[in-house]
């Protein structure tokens, strides 16, 4: 039996707009899930009916094998981070961790060996006495998070607790949210729109576009195995590269390239002849050069960017676009033309009209 039961769960606000619909997702103990979406695809809506601070319009809730539809938040014993750290600005880092405990009129001595555990795991010892304003945006998020953890809560849900944070400190602050998932063992629900977040710090990521799931996986799934364009163009940065072309011949074109698809669509070549296609590829899964077993297409270099530990390049074939993910090494001069080879098992194509990956 799964911890945590979302059965066609569904979200229509009083204004008649539907924002959720048939959501469906078992959770077991223990795991880390991550909704992620464009902003407005349903992902707070989602979180914001587990943690029982919006009515779920139809469908079933369960937390560990009982219907949570009706129960109200502590029922549920979850706790949540927001994004804004909503923190009592008056309040030392201390009280403001303490605060849930005091409220449950906890014994004092106890409140104090808790809090400073709490902020032991979270590197908060030495700002016990500090007002918030004092503090750095992470260190503010980390008291946000003290204050959710010390209380022993079987769910935890975050609603983009990094988006205030600049990026230096994102990334140390998601290594430590993994950090305090590992030390906790809690089941941690996360909402973010960014797609490194969710590949980082998922046990299975949930991808959302409006209002529907579009698939539920591990990030190696996901990235490896989408099920149609959106999944396949949100995860992984540089995005996917997609040429759309009409099969003519087995083939669409790319420029002037001709992109061989028949083998890759089996038995149903046939089938797609005359129709759309999009042809999915990643940045990184390309070589320079002409390599056996692949593709080879030829392309205007149009500008290249030195990141450090790889270039991108931005490549051009007549009114086609690409971005290829290369050795700094092997970095191409800009407007030349150069060749690349695209495996033939790191191909992608998906339905022109569905968008969903064609299954050989
Ligand atoms: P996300 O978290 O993915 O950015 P939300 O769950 O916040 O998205 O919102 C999903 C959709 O529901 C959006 O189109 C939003 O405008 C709409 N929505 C959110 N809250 C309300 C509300 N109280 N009444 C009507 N529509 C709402």
Redesign the pocket.
């Known amino acids: 039996m799964a911890y945590i039961t979302l059965k066609n769960i569904n979200?229509i606000?009083?204004?008649g707009?539907h924002?959720?619909h048939d959501f469906n997702l078992d959770i077991e103990k223990g795991e880390f899930i991550v909704?992620v979406?464009?902003?407005?695809?349903?992902?707070?809506?989602?979180?914001?009916m587990i943690a029982g601070l919006?009515d779920i319009s139809n469908g079933e809730f369960m937390i560990n094998g009982k219907r949570a539809n009706e129960m109200g938040p502590r029922e549920r014993e979850v706790a949540m981070v927001f994004q804004s750290y909503a923190l009592y600005p008056q309040m030392t880092v201390f009280d403001n961790i303490a605060f849930g405990l005091t409220l449950q009129g906890v014994d004092e001595d106890v409140i104090e060996e808790k809090v400073k555990h709490t902020a032991g795991i979270l590197g908060l010892t030495d700002y016990l006495d500090r007002l918030p304003r004092a503090l750095s945006g992470g260190q503010r998020q980390r008291v946000a998070i003290g204050r959710a953890i010390i209380r022993k809560v079987g769910i935890f849900l975050m609603?983009?607790p990094l988006s205030n944070l600049d990026a230096k400190q994102r990334v140390t602050m998601r290594s430590e949210i993994a950090q305090i998932h590992q030390s906790t063992g809690a089941t941690t629900i996360y909402?973010t729109?960014d797609q490194t977040e969710a590949m980082t710090l998922a046990d299975r990521i949930v991808v959302?576009k409006d209002?529907y799931v579009q698939q539920v996986g591990t990030p190696y799934e996901l990235y490896h195995d989408p099920v149609n364009v959106f999944v396949a163009g949100f995860i992984g940065e540089p995005p996917m590269n997609f040429v759309r072309g009409t099969v003519n011949g087995g083939a669409i074109s790319f420029g002037a390239n001709k992109l061989p698809i028949a083998d890759l669509l089996g038995s149903k070549a046939s089938q797609y002849e005359g129709k759309e296609i999009v042809f999915g590829f990643r940045p990184e899964a390309i070589e320079l050069g002409s390599q056996p077993e692949s593709v080879v297409v030829n392309a205007m270099v149009e500008l290249t960017e030195m990141l450090g530990d790889n270039t991108n390049v931005y490549i051009a074939a007549g009114e086609d676009k690409a971005i290829l993910k290369v050795d700094p090494h092997d970095t191409p001069e800009m407007d030349t033309e150069i060749a690349f080879s695209i495996p033939v098992k790191d191909i992608y194509l998906f339905d022109g009209e569905t968008e969903k990956v064609i299954s050989k």
């Open positions: 979200k606000y009083p204004n707009y924002a959720v909704f979406g464009p902003s407005g695809c349903g992902k707070s809506t989602t979180l914001r919006e609603d983009e909402v729109h959302m209002g």
